[in-house]
């Protein structure tokens, strides 16, 4: 009983210290990118399942997964490692509130651009968009289905395992559709990636890097 009551405690402060955590640099950032405590967990927990009261617009596969941003340490670290310059579109495909979006577009890419299905999550993500403190690159907002979007601007796709097969399957059809008389480097980022066989598959794709969060999820390039 004591252990499992010391466990508790321990988790607790984990999670305050996450909150406190994220709650500062949203505040640097002049964003707003947790959902709220009532809805997502106790405290907030910023990285905790939350899905809209409201119906999502309508979906070509019902298989949209609930928001969940991935701490700011690792998302720095991706926008590292992929290096983004002028050249670069980058995309957030169900960018929730717009966190990735918004650490990107602090780069150097010339158009950062989110597209999400849930209007209430899209409206935070314009409102975080104008607001967002040392913005370099434009910012795009799009309240959309990915599985029938437009997606043949990009150059960097990211993807926190916002869906499941079928929108999967479809979505990276329309970024290889795109790649034909369009010559252009194309990057996956794939954040904990539950379906990462599907990306494996792709010929025309080769994973060139990977880690592990300290939460145990799977980034892949």
Known sequence: MRTDKKASRIKRCLILSQRVWTRAIDFCLNIETVPPAREAGWLGDSS???????????????????????????????????????????????????????????????????????????????????????????????????ATADLSRGTIYFMFNPFGTATMKQVLARIEASRFGCDRPIAIVYYNSVHADLVDRLSWLKRIDSFSTFTGRSVAI
């Not at 409102?127 to 990915?146: M, P, S, Y």
Request: with cysteine; proline share 7%; net charge positive.
């Open 48 to 146: 905790a399942l939350y899905k809209p009261a409201e119906k999502p617009l309508n979906p070509l596969h019902n298989d949209g997964l609930p928001y969940a941003a991935p701490n700011y340490l690792h998302l720095w670290r991706v926008r590292r490692r992929l290096k983004a310059g002028p050249e670069d579109v980058f995309w957030d495909i169900g960018c929730g509130m717009g966190r990735m979006v918004c650490v990107m577009a602090r780069g150097t890419a010339s158009q950062c651009i989110g597209i999400e299905l849930f209007p209430s999550l899209c409206d935070i993500a314009v409102r975080n968009a104008k607001r967002l403190r040392g913005r370099k690159a434009c910012i795009g907002i799009v309240c959309g289905d990915a």
